[in-house]
């Protein structure tokens, strides 16, 4: 059972400190309401430092966003707050079935990352984006004119690449930290969430065999895994996984199909994608001469994640869980 992290203090610069929150709401399964607390009325602003570019937020919470990214879609939805999202783009997949009514709700502005001139039209009042590429000329806009628009910007910090910002190596606590700032933003509690995460956490068995793993991501010729700082390795720690790539100060990475004859993992994480389905991955790994003679390879012994549940979210936990159950029914006789 993997220990449970503390949330660090959430970065903020100046500007007041949220007050507490209340306790009530629903579940996450039950896509619950806001439950606003006292910081909805403070007449105080809250400052951010997100990946290097300082956001400024008014006392009101933003109310109309557009999410980039799966991760910021279902982290809105988790903490109820669907109805402030205005517009969704570049999206990954299908949200879990506690969503399912919620997100068919909402406005499609691109399945790609959207144009500035497509993010402007919905009028928004906060974009929220899963990767910091999705922030760019050809792209939804930089965040420096978008700010320059009176509009904040936000980047999953998991995904900030500036040195001193990007996790060293990610843990839950870091995790935890984006579920509890975002609540900040939108002055709502965080703390059911919260604890749906830990339960989450505390019920996953921890697989104690030394069991290795390659988390193959997409690419035929050369394939692109997951690397040793980020949720990949998070969740293969997690289960109990040793990952083949650990070695890797990245959070993906192209690796070589050489050094994956040559560890020859126990079982093969196969991240399932519209674009780089889990099927269309066996089918490269059983069509390469070298890799279909992998021991996870002849005995079928894969673990299959949805690619919208593979980066650092909401989703990390449940993900780890579900994983967790696959490899318990795997046959290693």
């Not at 970065?11 to 306790?23: D, N, Y």
């Not at 509009?151 to 040195?163: D, G, H, W």
């Not at 040793?242 to 990475?253: E, H, Q």
């Not at 099927?279 to 996870?296: H, Q």
Request: hydrophobic residues 45%.
């Amino acid at each position: 059972m993997p220990a449970l992290p503390r949330i660090p203090a959430v970065r903020v610069l100046v500007v007041g400190i949220l007050s507490a929150m209340a306790l009530t709401g629903c579940a996450t399964t039950a896509a619950p309401s806001p439950t606003v607390g006292a910081a909805a009325t403070s007449t105080k602003a809250l400052s951010i430092d997100n990946c290097g570019t300082t956001v400024t937020f008014p006392k009101a919470a933003p109310k109309r966003v557009v999410t980039i990214k799966s991760t910021s879609t279902e982290m809105l939805l988790a903490l109820g707050l669907g109805n402030r999202i205005v517009g969704e783009a570049f999206q990954d997949g299908p949200v879990p079935t506690q969503w399912t009514t919620q997100a068919a709700k909402l406005p499609v502005l691109s399945t790609n990352v959207p144009s500035q001139e497509v993010t402007l039209a919905a009028e928004p009042d906060f974009i929220y984006a899963g990767w910091e590429s999705n922030f760019s000329a050809d792209g939804a806009g930089t965040r420096s004119e978008l700010q320059s628009l009176g509009i904040p910007t936000y980047v999953s910090p998991s995904a900030c690449k500036e040195v001193g910002y990007q996790p060293t190596k990610l843990t839950f606590a870091d995790v935890f930290s984006e579920i509890n700032q975002v609540a900040a933003i939108f002055h709502v509690s965080d703390q059911k969430v919260l604890a749906d995460q830990r339960a989450t956490l505390e019920s996953i068995p921890k697989d104690t065999r030394g069991l290795t793993a390659l988390w193959f991501s997409s690419g035929s010729s050369t394939p692109y895994v997951g690397a040793g700082i980020g949720a990949p390795q998070l969740i293969m720690n997690t289960i109990g996984l040793k990952n083949i790539a650990a070695s890797v100060k990245d959070t993906w990475t192209s690796f070589n199909w050489e050094s994956v004859v040559q560890d020859d993992p126990d079982v093969i994480v196969l991240v399932d994608a519209s674009w780089s389905t889990a099927a269309k991955k066996i089918s490269v790994l059983e069509g390469n001469p070298a890799t279909a003679n992998l021991s996870a390879v002849k005995n079928h012994r894969y673990l299959i994640v949805p690619f919208a549940a593979s980066e650092a979210g909401v989703r990390t936990a449940s993900a780890a869980k579900d994983l967790s159950a696959q490899l318990a029914k795997l046959n290693f006789k």
